[in-house]
């Protein structure tokens, strides 16, 4: 590479940023996209960047996606490029996508008369809050995008591996609030309450054991409760109490069954209970489903470049690239995985990046990218 990319890539992950405030990101990514004559379209986002390779000709576009936004982790890597932010780390590989997208769209500016359509690269923020890639697509820059592509690092997988999956990859997110109002008392005299805590405990078992076990044993589902908030001292009956929590699903229509057998319950347990009940839903990101096509290409692009290929198996974590897919009737997509050294999992406060896998994804991405419009 003609520029040392391990050096931009220990800065990003020196100052990573958490979702809708990465400024400093922002700044940097524009730096390098400008000092390289590369276009950047103006978008009015406060925080991300849209740049675009233009090809000789007239052809399609595509666009691939990288992700910029850190996540609210301390550091314990001890590498020496550890993050300078107190509090915030790239604990999911960002900042090993953002190089690879600057570093491949350097290298394709350089062959953009070879190309005969256009390439754009999403530098999206707020993944990790499950919809920045919402407000790029407000934008309505990118309505005439044909193909979509992302990957993600993947700790489970050695340098020189490539994960891919044909159909589903990752799953459809939704996030649940549940508030129960009973009624406070003294804990000495509880039937002057009604004390809403054995309530929610007897609700969130019955969640947790029945809202999975209606979906097809093939089909996978994850319904988790991860947050429970209620009372405030030894001897007092609370008044109102929560829970929250994460319900994920590969298929559309299991996803609707699995939210309405979730609030069935819920409304059930709290009338029994002369209680009352407040769900907030948060639909998050659908299901990624991988092209056929795309994927084959990628695999015979793959071995081209002497990568291993591991078929990978359908993840219950979501990504909001899906959010393209979805906004687009005619867009096909590929996300795929790329081995960054087997170590530490996604959004442990030990994951690092082998540096090794920068130019081998740099590579693979320009050869996709450069097939995808040449």
């Known amino acids: 590479m003609n520029r040392n990319w391990k050096e931009v890539f220990y800065w990003f992950h020196e100052h990573p940023e958490l ?31 849209i740049a675009v390779v233009r090809g000789n000709t007239g052809g399609k576009s595509v666009a691939f996606r990288a992700d910029i936004d850190a996540l609210p982790i301390e550091e314990q890597t001890g590498v020496s490029y550890a993050s300078a932010h107190n509090g915030i780390m790239h604990a999911c590989g960002h900042d090993f996508h953002i190089t690879v997208a600057l570093a491949a769209a350097v290298r394709l500016q350089e062959k953009r008369k070879e190309l005969s359509g256009n390439l754009f690269f999403i530098f999206q923020p707020g993944e990790e809050v499950a919809d920045g890639a919402k407000t790029v697509i407000q934008t309505g820059i990118l309505k005439d995008v044909e193909e979509y592509y992302a990957f993600h690092a993947d700790p489970a997988l050695p340098v020189g591996t490539v994960g891919i999956k044909k159909g ?10 549940v508030t129960i109002e009973g009624k406070g008392a003294h804990a000495a005299m509880p039937y002057l309450g009604n004390n809403p805590i054995p309530v929610m405990a007897q609700m969130i078992l019955a969640l947790q054991t029945s809202v ?5 044993a093939v089909h996978p589902s994850v319904l988790s409760v991860t947050h429970v908030c209620g009372g405030n001292t030894w001897n007092v009956i609370p008044e109102n109490i929560f829970f929250q929590g994460t319900m994920r699903s590969i298929l559309s229509e299991e996803r ?11 409304q059930e347990f709290a009338k029994m209970n002369d209680m009352k009940e407040h769900i907030e839903w948060h639909e998050g ?9 795309l994927c084959n290409t990628i695999e015979r692009i ?27 009737k005619k867009a096909s997509g590929m996300y795929l995985k790329i081995g960054t050294g087997e170590g530490y999992p996604l959004h442990n406060s030990r994951f690092s990046i082998d540096t090794a896998a920068i130019e081998i994804a740099v590579q693979l991405l320009n050869d996709i990218l450069l097939e995808a419009v040449g």
């Open 19 to 49: 979702g809708y405030e990465e400024h400093g990101t922002t700044q940097k990514i524009r730096e390098i996209l400008e000092n390289n004559n590369i276009e950047i379209v103006e978008t009015g986002l406060s925080t991300g960047v």
């Open 168 to 177: 589903t990859i990752m799953a459809a997110v939704d996030k649940f609030k």
């Open 212 to 216: 999975p076990q209606k979906i097809p």
């Open 256 to 266: 609707i069954s699995m939210k309405e057998r979730f609030v069935t319950i819920v």
């Open 285 to 293: 990101p659908a299901p990624i489903i991988n092209d056929e096509e």
């Open 302 to 328: 793959a071995i081209k470049n002497h990568l291993d290929i591991r078929q990978v198996e359908t993840n219950m974590i979501s990504d909001d690239f899906s959010s393209y897919l979805e906004a687009s």
